[in-house]
């Protein structure tokens, strides 16, 4: 009798324990993962960031000194704070390689500026004094338009500047950047490594003087444009970028490509270019990607043709290449915001 009552127990509790597991097993079963909330990317406008560009370039060369230098800026500033992003002037002095000084200014412009989680876009907005390539002997001392080089990373982040404005991030801030003073650089042939890496340091002025005086939240990772608007641009992984910033740098060019945009940002490698982006790494340690045209050729150069020519003019910007770079880029800071990136 007792062994019966004994295994009447043991049974009963085997069914309790029992139900209980099938019952906390069922619950898990049936609760579905809430689904995440994907941000959504704007369209960017090429022709909007083409008439950037050509405001610009109409102004004539915005070399360090000019009149068209100071309106350009004057035109960066108000489009920002027209498009509700704060904006800070950050003006130095740069002491430029042939000795001579002049008054420069970065351009910070913020967004959500409380948010800690943060990305950092910039580009420069100086073109330069001299058409001092080898690839062309035509007015050699004379100012370019730098209609690609300056003017199309400008014409790029005023359009990503204003689709941000009309479409709000969410849990994210964006710093854009205007570095002034890169472009009056020594290009002259220098036959010692002391001499020549001192001639590097005359370059990129503008992002010196910001990495140097950084200050307030260290943004997350950060992107350069570089000649960003030229017809058929190669875009490859640029060397320091890799070096520096491989997971980013990846991630754009895998995402490039799944939006069909692979024949711009090219999967390969290219050779490392003293560019801001070094400069922004190295004082502040905040992972950089620099994209910047650099195409194959045939003929030793590094960069376009028209490269530090008076053919760097309005004739070379392309806008469906324009159209490439923004939308990449837009893609880049909205599924950044959702955690998606």
Known sequence: MNKIKLLFVLFTLSLIFACGEDDHDTTLHTEKPKPKKMATVPHFERDTAYAFIKEQVELGPRVLGTEAHEKAKDIIVARLKQYGWSVEEQKFEAAVYTGDKFPATN???????????????????????????????????????????????????????????????????????????????????????????????????????????????????????????????????????????????????????????????????????????IYVMKYTGIPMTDIINLPINNEGQTFGSYHHTHNDNMDIIDSRTLRAVGQVLLAVIYKESDGSF
Do not use: C
């Open 107 to 277: 351009i910070i412009a913020k967004i959500n500026p409380a948010e800690s989680k943060r990305i950092l876009l910039s580009t420069h907005w100086d073109s330069r004094h001299i058409a001092d390539s080898p690839w062309s002997t035509k007015d050699q001392d004379k100012p370019i338009l730098g209609a690609d080089d300056g003017g199309s990373g400008v014409g790029v982040l005023l359009e990503l500047a204003r689709q941000i404005s009309q479409t709000p991030l969410k849990g994210m801030g964006v710093d854009l950047v205007f570095f002034d003073a890169e472009d009056y650089g020594d290009s002259r042939e220098h036959k010692t490594e002391e001499e020549q890496r001192a001639a590097s340091l005359t370059w990129a002025l503008g992002s010196q003087y910001y990495g140097r005086n950084f200050s307030g939240i260290k943004p997350k990772f950060g992107i350069l444009l570089d000649m960003v608007g030229a017809r058929n641009a190669q875009f490859p992984k640029e060397g320091y970028s890799m070096q520096g910033s491989p997971y980013v740098t990846n991630s754009i060019w895998e995402l490039a490509g799944k939006m069909g945009y692979g024949n711009y940002f090219q999967n390969r490698q290219g050779g490392g270019i003293t560019d801001d982006h």
